[in-house]
């Protein structure tokens, strides 16, 4: 199929994004711009979790698999996640859901506010869990490095308040940041008690959800194509539509 590779520029972009925001980041921060700042620091979040993070945790995006593992450990590292945890546990999801064994997905079943409160604890939680179900020595000591890097990536934010407060309020934001993660990915997209595999997850069409989550809103088509790399899930939405009007799958639509 052809969605299952990526040109070299969308390739070249994928990678190196969450390093230009982080960058950007720190140049607007030391320089008193704030707002950009702010700005940069949340587009980082979303550059990675769901997007070229996604992508190594899935290993879809073809490189070289050292390479892959390099690269999902130093771009969560860099959001204060361990890299493998998140593989580890997102993989599981795809096997499981909507099983109650599915620690990525709890979130799914819980109300609102429960979820916002899971988010707290979201990423601690993913860890625990990690560590307890690999199989394998050197990935269980792989995560736990990850586990140590991101501690210490975050006494040094801490400590460095005496200097300046820039990687402090870095660290703080991309903890917000990783907050929402269980109402994004799971509480809003997912209905796990439908009635099969094709009505327990959400389908999302329309303009406004385009806009809103950055052509992002396609977690059906992810569930079913996991292969396909994140720049080309709108091609795979627009592919998959009719097949969807004839198994009479309802999209979520807001008009505007």
């Known amino acids: 199929m052809d969605l299952l590779s990526l040109s070299g520029f969308a390739l070249f972009?994928?990678?190196v994004t969450p390093f230009v925001f982080c960058t950007l980041f720190f140049l607007f921060a030391f320089a008193g711009y704030w707002p950009l700042a702010v700005l940069s620091a949340m587009a980082l979040s979303?550059?990675?979790y769901g997007s070229t993070s996604h992508d190594l945790v899935h290993e879809n995006l073809r490189i070289d698999k050292t390479l892959n593992l390099i690269l999902l450990t130093v771009v969560e590292a860099m959001c204060f996640r361990s890299g493998h945890a998140y593989k580890l546990s997102h993989l599981h999801h795809?096997?499981?859901y909507p099983n109650l064994d599915d620690v990525e997905g709890a979130a799914a079943?819980?109300?609102l506010f429960r979820t916002l409160i899971e988010g707290v604890v979201f990423q601690v939680k993913l860890y625990k869990w990690a560590i307890f179900h690999v199989k394998g020595e050197k990935y269980r000591?792989?995560?736990i490095a990850e586990?140590?890097?991101v501690l210490a990536w975050a006494l040094y934010c801490v400590l460095s308040l005496q200097f300046t407060y820039v990687p402090f309020v870095y660290l703080c934001l991309m903890i917000?940041?990783?907050?929402i993660i269980p109402?994004?990915?799971s509480y809003a997209v997912h209905t796990p008690d439908g009635a099969d595999e094709l009505h327990q997850t959400r389908l999302f069409r329309g303009r406004f959800y385009s806009i809103i989550a950055f052509d992002h809103l396609y977690h059906l088509e992810h569930h079913m194509y996991p292969m396909v790399p994140h720049k080309n899930w709108r091609k795979l939405a627009a592919r998959l539509d009719d097949y969807f009007k004839r198994q009479n799958i309802k999209a979520i639509h807001v008009r505007i």
């Open 94 to 96: 795809h096997k499981q």
């Open 183 to 185: 109402l994004i990915t």
């Open 46 to 48: 979303f550059s990675t």
């Open 176 to 179: 917000s940041g990783s907050w």
């Open 13 to 15: 972009v994928t990678l």
């Open 147 to 149: 586990g140590i890097v």
């Open 141 to 143: 000591m792989l995560i």
């Open 109 to 111: 079943r819980m109300t």
